[in-house]
């Protein structure tokens, strides 16, 4: 069983700046990609970032220029450094992998609220 760890959500205010981190200690041995999706109040779960192993990224269009993405391979860590934040990027954040040879696995989920 795949667990993965999210922390560095919160409140902060608009202009203000997050950090999320995401890892899968101990679980597996490699992973394919893993990326960072979020759900705001009402609405469906959309792409944020995502990253390969190989450093490969895309972003939605909504957060380019404002996040960046980072990842550590032999942790199984992923970051999302989220700069410039707006009361838009109001939304439970969830992290997401897909292991080497293995189904895709979701966080439980870290709340990030910007306020105006």
């Known amino acids: 069983q795949v667990q993965l760890v999210e922390s560095g959500g919160g409140l902060v205010q608009a202009g203000g700046s997050l950090r999320l981190s995401c890892s899968a200690p101990g679980s597996i041995l490699g992973f394919n990609a893993m990326g960072w999706y979020r759900q705001p109040p009402g609405k469906q779960r959309e792409l944020v970032a995502r990253i390969t192993s190989g450093g490969s990224t895309n972003y939605a269009d909504s957060v380019k220029g404002r996040f960046a993405i980072t990842r550590d391979n032999a942790k199984i860590a992923v970051y999302l450094q989220m700069n410039s934040l707006k009361p838009d990027d109001t939304a439970v954040y969830y992290c997401?992998?897909?292991?080497?040879?293995?189904?895709?696995?979701w966080g439980q989920g870290t709340q990030v609220t910007v306020s105006s």
């Open positions: 997401h992998i897909t292991p080497w040879g293995s189904r895709d696995y």
